[in-house]
């Protein structure tokens, strides 16, 4: 086939050293992107007469890979890295230059989550001029997140050709091609779609050309706006290139190409290329010669996808009457639909996949045949030899009766699906043994075919538009037999080294024969999104090749297929298919249906609601869905208003809950039910029932907790809790009539920071969990008091003045040293939300700050203490506000601290009716032996002294002149305050003066030598 023939003869062509110049390799810097991606760019260039024939990478974290410019890989981890590249050429000579790259991103928790714009490709043309991009976004675990909440953008990179709007409307009148970028608000990464704006085709796709009778011809342009309008041509750049050698053809200025003899073998092929302003021509046609001289008359049969070019007679095989009558240009146009649905890939830019006849007499040495088989690109090119009298056509089953090629057909198409796919092309060309690359090329074109054979014997042929004849005629030709290569390869030993595509299908096939076809869908999505080069993993080398083919079918099936694959003789390496099997089985799910149902509604009886927040994920742009009442009160009569759309309407006839249940599908696969509960209430007499929460939610630490929930309502309102979170379980009640609670467990967290939310009430109810790793981090700073109520709030500032990102943890004690839950008033972009817990994990990027701080209002004091870990250098300091019943507002300003030493001296004055009031916190895991001692002004008398112990982690805070906890002799006089404990580093305190009018200001406490 015609990648794997080029492949063969780049290997057949030697090269002699060069004795004028040695390889010529440049690197330019490294270009970073979010979530440790780089690229890099550069030149290269041989010696005189010498050819590159690849160029190595090794990126510094045990990945290594080949990749020409430029090349892009994907770290997993920050750090800094030096990138090695080894340009080598066909004769032999090798050079390398290095890099160094900064990676500050690759281990964001955000960058788990997955933006994907679909279509993947839009195709404006032939008078349609506007289209819709949608945004699916994934969590960590795969599982869809609504975006209905969430603030995309969306950015042309050729605005002048595609223009794209905010809710992802794309237009366009002209010609051109732009890349449509959607950013979701607070993610690092983006997903991306291509805009093809009007058309251009050379025609026809395959040119015959004749020395003798027709030597000379030429290729014409069929160029139109996205409007439909001709592409004016003369306003356009427009290069054009003849690809073979001179002694076959050539192409003057004009464009006309003289035939000067027929190629002797396939490596004298001739193509043609061309392109109008950078964009190429959506295919690449061929150019035949036949002599002795073949000059056919040559039709068009058109479907809406594909395209057939073909003499009208080629030999004795009447192709103007043989095509109609096996129906082959229809049931190739459905076979194109189906592997563009199981693979997912949309090639050519969405246009015309030509399929050309390409026919003329044959070379009786198979050696110097020059009539293909069959070739994958567009045109897919299917030969046929008008010299022989039967069994010499790739597009005719040449025998009696005649039948189609339908392997070969769907075969080389299939080719085209899946080599649209750069990270199909990643993966087949990562291994060292060739043939094993090229059976995965061969072998996996060969199983997109035989999955539209599987889809075909699914389909009813009013759905698939095949005949039921056509259908069986295809299965016949497919690798559906009893296995006998494979046995034979078995009975061999199973050497991997000799694996070939035909061996490859037979192992499939068993597969498919076992577990049916649907998993070939999720088999072809680890090859997506097509736009990507790279893996978030290494992949390179024929034993991870292996290894990671047999990960992708194992979660394709969800099944470990690692020992079946073994007795076949794949080489496995465990600890790597452990470490990239999850990352596996997300892209496997990428395309999976996925229901969201909607968060828990409330409404009154016979009221319609309306469920207009369900979202569903389905790649196919018509998913089938259904709605479905699971459960309702007894003798209640409850409808949709349409069942089989997103957002119908819901009503019924009697209080209580109802539960409703959504799924979506593709025809393959259906997604599991989504569920959510509608509580309907009686009318009240207070007019409809309305419902409020004690706050937007709640933050854990790692080990998790016990959350509750309070929910105030009328009497007789009905309302329900529910969670799609697989680490919240609800303990208390599930639906509840009138003002009540619900109570929840949130379990234990060993990776990185997460946060969803539950439905209460119909509310949307926030909850965060800090990640194992934060405990770990070193102690930044601390706050010594953080008090909130009675006219008192405590705000607190932390910057990031650092060139990287950095991730903190706040964690609140009380006085005994336990975690203490704190309301929260935190910023946002678009306001604030009040959240309580005893932790709070965040990333600052660099230069970036967070701001938080306690509500204020409420007549009970809540008073603690505020530890700051994180993973860099930050800077912290805290606003204390407090306005009294009368007066005016008094704030100040303390920057955060950590201990130093052992005792700290604090200067105080308490007269004219001031006050002093002293705050400390033990940073350390010991009870803190703390001596407070009071000097008067001379330093010489001792007011007063007290000892007493800090638990762990504890709170203290006192006035100084307090009768019961401080120093009463201080109550009027000036003086001095030694703060001491037994052991260094325990203490960080924080004094506050207030005057006789309770305005205050923060004293300092000076470490003594």
């Given at each position: 086939?015609?990648?794997v023939?080029?492949f063969a ?12 110049s040695?390889?010529s ?10 979530c440790g991606q ?11 007469g ?7 990478w090794?990126?510094g974290?045990?990945?290594r ?6 090349s892009?890989?994907?770290?997993t981890?920050?750090?800094v890295y030096t990138i090695r590249a ?5 004769a032999?000579e090798?050079?390398?230059r290095?890099?160094t790259?900064?990676?500050?991103s690759?281990e ?20 349609t001029t506007?289209g ?5 976004l994934r969590?960590?675990q ?6 209905r ?14 223009q ?5 409307r794309?237009?366009a009148?002209g010609?051109?091609l ?8 607070g993610l690092?990464?983006t997903g991306?779609?291509?805009v093809?704006a009007g058309?251009?085709r050379?025609l026809?796709?395959?040119l015959?050309l004749s ?8 290729f014409?342009?069929d160029?139109a706006?996205?409007d439909?309008?001709p592409?004016d041509?003369s306003k356009h750049?427009?290069v054009?290139e003849l690809?073979?050698p001179s002694?076959?053809?050539?192409m003057?200025?004009?464009g006309w190409?003289t035939?000067f003899r ?12 061309a392109s109008i ?5 959506s295919?690449?046609?061929t150019l035949r010669?036949?002599?002795p001289?073949?000059d ?5 049969w058109v479907?809406?996808n594909?395209?057939?070019y073909a003499p009208k ?7 103007n ?5 096996f129906q082959?240009p229809?049931t190739t146009?459905?076979?194109?639909l189906?592997e ?6 949309i090639?050519w830019r969405?246009?015309t ?6 026919a003329?007499p044959?070379n ?5 045949e020059?009539?293909?088989c069959?070739?994958?690109g567009?045109p ?10 039967h069994?010499g056509?790739?597009l005719?089953v040449?025998?009696?009766?005649v039948?189609?090629q339908?392997?070969v ?6 080719h085209n699906f899946?080599l649209?796919?750069q990270r ?5 060309f ?5 043939n094993n ?11 997109a075919a035989m999955?539209?054979s599987?889809r075909?014997?699914e389909?009813p042929?009013?759905?698939?538009g095949?005949?039921a004849?056509?259908?069986?005629e295809?299965?016949?030709q497919?690798?559906f037999n009893g296995?006998?290569?494979?046995k034979?390869?078995?009975a061999?030993?199973?050497?991997y080294t ?10 499939l096939?068993?597969?498919m024969?076992d ?5 070939l869908y999720?088999?072809?999505s680890?090859?997506l ?6 893996y978030?993993?290494a992949l390179s ?5 292996a290894?990671f083919?047999?990960?992708?079918v ?7 297929l ?8 794949f ?5 790597y298919?452990?470490q990239?099997y999850?990352?596996?089985?997300l892209l496997a ?11 828990d ?9 309306t469920l207009d927040a ?7 742009p018509?998913p089938?869905l259904?709605w ?15 069942s089989?759309t997103?957002h119908?309407?819901?009503s019924?006839n009697?209080p209580?809950v109802?539960r409703?249940?959504?799924?979506a599908?593709n025809g ?11 509580a309907?209430?009686?009318p009240?007499?207070?007019g409809?029932?309305?419902f409020s929460?004690d ?9 998790g907790?016990?959350?509750?929930v309070n929910?105030?309502t009328?009497?007789g ?12 379980t ?5 639906s509840?009539?009138?003002s009540?609670?619900v109570?929840?467990?949130v379990?234990g ?11 209460v009430?119909?509310?949307s109810?926030t909850l ?15 706050l010594?008091?953080w008090v ?5 709030q405590?705000a ?8 990287d990102a950095?991730r903190?943890l ?6 005994a040293?336990a975690p ?6 935190l910023?946002?972009?678009?306001g604030?939300?009040?959240l309580?817990?005893s ?17 204020g209002?409420g007549?009970s004091?809540l ?5 700051l870990?994180s ?5 912290a300091?805290?606003t204390f506000?407090h306005q009294?019943d ?14 130093e030493g052992a005792?700290?001296?604090m200067p105080?004055?308490?007269t004219?009716g001031a006050s002093?009031?002293i705050?400390?916190?033990n940073?350390s895991g ?10 008067d002004s001379?330093?010489a008398?001792?007011?007063?002294e ?7 982690l504890?709170h203290a805070?006192?006035a100084?002149?307090?009768?019961q906890l401080?120093?009463p002799a201080a109550?009027?006089a000036?003086g001095?305050?030694?703060v ?6 325990q203490l960080?305190?924080l004094g506050l003066r207030?005057?006789?009018s309770?305005a205050f200001?923060t004293i300092p406490a000076?470490?003594v030598?």
């Amino acid at each position: 086939m015609w990648p794997v023939a080029r492949f063969a003869i780049l290997l057949l062509i030697a090269f002699a050293p060069s004795a004028f110049s040695a390889i010529s390799l440049s690197l330019t810097p490294p270009a970073v992107a979010a979530c440790g991606q780089v690229s890099v760019n550069g030149g290269v260039s041989p010696s005189t007469g010498d050819v590159i024939a690849n160029i190595a990478w090794d990126w510094g974290d045990g990945t290594r890979n080949n990749s020409m410019f430029p090349s892009v890989h994907q770290y997993t981890a920050n750090g800094v890295y030096t990138i090695r590249a080894t340009a080598t050429s066909q004769a032999g000579e090798s050079s390398d230059r290095t890099v160094t790259a900064t990676i500050t991103s690759a281990e964001d928790p955000a960058c788990g989550y997955s933006v994907r714009v679909l279509p993947a490709v839009v195709a404006l043309r032939g008078g349609t001029t506007t289209g819709t991009l949608r945004v699916e976004l994934r969590d960590t675990q795969g599982r869809l997140v609504p975006t209905r909440s969430r603030k995309l953008s969306f950015t042309s990179s050729n605005p002048a050709v595609v223009q794209v709007d905010s809710a992802g409307r794309v237009s366009a009148t002209g010609f051109g091609l732009a890349d449509v970028v959607a950013q979701v608000e607070g993610l690092p990464q983006t997903g991306s779609a291509q805009v093809s704006a009007g058309h251009f085709r050379v025609l026809p796709p395959l040119l015959y050309l004749s020395p003798g009778t027709h030597p000379a011809g030429r290729f014409e342009f069929d160029a139109a706006n996205a409007d439909g309008t001709p592409l004016d041509l003369s306003k356009h750049k427009i290069v054009t290139e003849l690809h073979g050698p001179s002694a076959v053809a050539t192409m003057a200025s004009d464009g006309w190409i003289t035939a000067f003899r027929a190629p002797q073998d396939r490596s004298e092929g001739v193509s043609f290329s061309a392109s109008i302003d950078g964009v190429p021509s959506s295919d690449n046609a061929t150019l035949r010669v036949n002599d002795p001289p073949f000059d056919p008359d040559l039709a068009y049969w058109v479907q809406p996808n594909i395209t057939y070019y073909a003499p009208k007679q080629a030999g004795h095989l009447d192709n103007n009457a043989l095509l109609p009558q096996f129906q082959v240009p229809e049931t190739t146009d459905a076979g194109y639909l189906l592997e563009r649905q199981i693979t997912g890939v949309i090639p050519w830019r969405g246009d015309t996949q030509f399929l050309a006849n390409v026919a003329g007499p044959g070379n009786p040495d198979s050696a110097k045949e020059t009539l293909p088989c069959g070739g994958s690109g567009n045109p897919v090119g299917l030969g046929t030899d008008i010299s022989k009298s039967h069994d010499g056509s790739c597009l005719w089953v040449d025998v009696t009766p005649v039948s189609t090629q339908w392997f070969v057909i769907l075969h080389e198409m299939g080719h085209n699906f899946t080599l649209g796919s750069q990270r199909f092309s990643r993966f087949t060309f990562s291994g060292a043994n060739q043939n094993n690359n090229v059976a995965f090329v061969e072998g996996l074109a060969s199983l997109a075919a035989m999955a539209v054979s599987a889809r075909l014997n699914e389909l009813p042929p009013e759905v698939s538009g095949v005949s039921a004849t056509r259908v069986q005629e295809i299965a016949s030709q497919m690798r559906f037999n009893g296995g006998t290569l494979l046995k034979a390869y078995l009975a061999k030993g199973a050497d991997y080294t000799t694996l070939d595509a035909n061996i490859l299908d037979e192992m499939l096939a068993a597969l498919m024969n076992d577990y049916g076809s649907a998993w070939l869908y999720r088999f072809f999505s680890t090859f997506l999104p097509q736009s990507e080069a790279v893996y978030p993993f290494a992949l390179s080398g024929d034993t991870q090749q292996a290894t990671f083919f047999v990960a992708a079918v194992s979660a394709a099936l969800h099944s470990d297929l690692r020992p079946r694959f073994a007795a076949w003789g794949f080489p496995l390496d465990n600890a790597y298919y452990e470490q990239i099997y999850p990352a596996v089985a997300l892209l496997a799910a990428q395309r999976d249906p996925v229901a969201y149902a909607g968060p828990d509604r409330q409404a009154t009886v016979n009221d319609a609601v309306t469920l207009d927040a369900a979202e569903v994920a389905v790649f196919e742009p018509e998913p089938v869905l259904e709605w479905r009442i699971i459960s309702q009160p007894a003798g209640a009569d409850a409808h949709f208003s349409d069942s089989k759309t997103l957002h119908p309407a819901f009503s019924a006839n009697q209080p209580g809950v109802y539960r409703l249940s959504l799924t979506a599908g593709n025809g393959i696969l259906t997604s599991a039910p989504s569920i959510l509960a509608v509580a309907l209430s009686s009318p009240t007499s207070g007019g409809p029932c309305t419902f409020s929460v004690d706050s937007a939610g709640q933050s854990f630490p790692a080990s998790g907790g016990i959350g509750v929930v309070n929910v105030a309502t009328q009497s007789g309102c009905n309302w329900v809790a529910s969670t799609l979170l697989d680490w919240v379980t609800l303990v208390g009640p599930a639906s509840v009539t009138g003002s009540g609670s619900v109570t929840f467990q949130v379990s234990g967290n060993s990776g990185a920071a997460r946060s969803g939310a539950i439905t209460v009430a119909g509310i949307s109810w926030t909850l965060e969990q800090a990640s194992a790793a934060a405990a770990q981090w070193s102690v930044a700073a601390a706050l010594p008091h953080w008090v909130t109520g009675g006219g008192w709030q405590t705000a607190v500032t932390i910057a990031n003045p650092g060139a990287d990102a950095a991730r903190v943890l706040l964690s609140f004690f009380d006085g005994a040293g336990a975690p203490m839950p704190v309301p929260l008033v935190l910023s946002y972009r678009f306001g604030e939300y009040l959240l309580s817990g005893s932790v709070l994990e965040r990333t600052l990027a660099p230069g970036a700050t967070l701001t938080l701080k306690s509500p204020g209002a409420g007549a009970s004091v809540l008073r603690g203490w505020l530890q700051l870990r994180s993973n860099a250098s930050v800077v912290a300091y805290a606003t204390f506000s407090h306005q009294p019943d009368s007066g005016p507002l008094s704030e100040s300003l303390v920057p955060l601290g950590l201990p130093e030493g052992a005792a700290y001296l604090m200067p105080f004055d308490n007269t004219n009716g001031a006050s002093t009031g002293i705050a400390m916190a033990n940073l350390s895991g010991a009870a803190a032996a703390v001596t407070l001692t009071v000097l008067d002004s001379t330093g010489a008398a001792t007011l007063g002294e007290r000892s007493f112990s800090i638990p762990p982690l504890g709170h203290a805070d006192m006035a100084l002149d307090d009768q019961q906890l401080g120093i009463p002799a201080a109550a009027g006089a000036i003086g001095t305050v030694r703060v001491s404990t037994a052991e260094p580093g325990q203490l960080v305190l924080l004094g506050l003066r207030f005057n006789a009018s309770s305005a205050f200001t923060t004293i300092p406490a000076l470490p003594v030598p």
